[in-house]
């Protein structure tokens, strides 16, 4: 679990929102899987429970997208009730990946955003807002849609999310906005080491995302789309994925 437990301030430091992000968490219900994943997963929220302890617990939780291995309904089963359980009544905003779209097998079909949908109860691309912040969920974009037998990885968002980004924006331009999406906006996570090119990072070819070129966590960061000014915040948050064995 990453020890960064760096929440949202205003311009005199007050909190505004603090909130915990697990990265890909990959439920996935076959036995095998399961038994080695739950090891991994035990001592993320042991360690999270104690530091909610003494923190209190967030405004919510966040997951952008590979909750699940693939996108069989089991998996999903398996996700909200694990999650469910660990959660209590923190809320949960989900997120789809490019693994909510994976066939469990070869025998299986791809996945749907219809299917991602029906079990959290939630669009693929939606708003909320906790005080005066607005969160913004993206959707990664079908990676099966223009080569249906192999995932295509590059990732390039579809002008239906681009608008809806710019239209959360233009609509709360009074408001921090926060974005969330299962891969970065260009410029937005940059390499600790570019020389030994330590990280993946949004510079990486893979990461095509046309007419953006920032915007991350700051809603009036560089924006090709819009006509937003600059402005920063301080930012706290949490960050945990499962342990390796």
Request: charged share 25%.
């Amino acid at each position: 679990m990453n020890d960064l437990v760096p929440a949202v301030a205003d311009t005199t430091g007050n909190e505004l929102l603090y909130f915990w992000a697990f990265g890909d968490l990959h439920y996935r219900a076959r036995s095998e899987w399961h038994a080695m994943h739950s090891r991994r997963m035990a001592p993320m929220f042991k360690d999270l429970r104690s530091l909610w302890l003494v923190e209190g617990p967030p405004d919510f939780c966040v997951s952008p997208g590979d909750i699940v291995d693939t996108g069989a309904p089991e998996n999903y089963k398996l996700a909200k009730r694990d999650l469910a359980a660990q959660l209590g009544n923190i809320p949960f905003y989900p997120g789809i990946g490019n693994h909510e779209f994976h066939p469990e097998n070869r025998e299986d079909s791809k996945h749907t955003t219809a299917e991602f949908s029906a079990i959290w109860g939630r669009p693929v691309r939606y708003t909320w807002t906790m005080g005066n912040v607005l969160c913004i969920m993206l959707d990664q974009p079908d990676p099966y849609e223009s080569v249906q037998l192999r995932e295509n990885t590059r990732v390039i968002f579809s002008e239906e999310t681009l608008s809806f980004l710019e239209t959360a924006l233009a609509e709360h331009q009074e408001q921090l906005a926060i974005i969330f999406a299962h891969c970065p906006l260009r410029d937005t996570v940059l390499d600790r080491d570019p020389e030994h090119n330590l990280d993946d990072d949004s510079q990486d070819p893979f990461f095509i995302c046309r007419k953006l070129t920032g915007g991350a966590l700051n809603s009036s960061a560089p924006y090709e789309r819009g006509t937003l000014h600059q402005r920063t915040y301080p930012l706290r948050l949490g960050f945990a994925q499962p342990c390796p064995d």
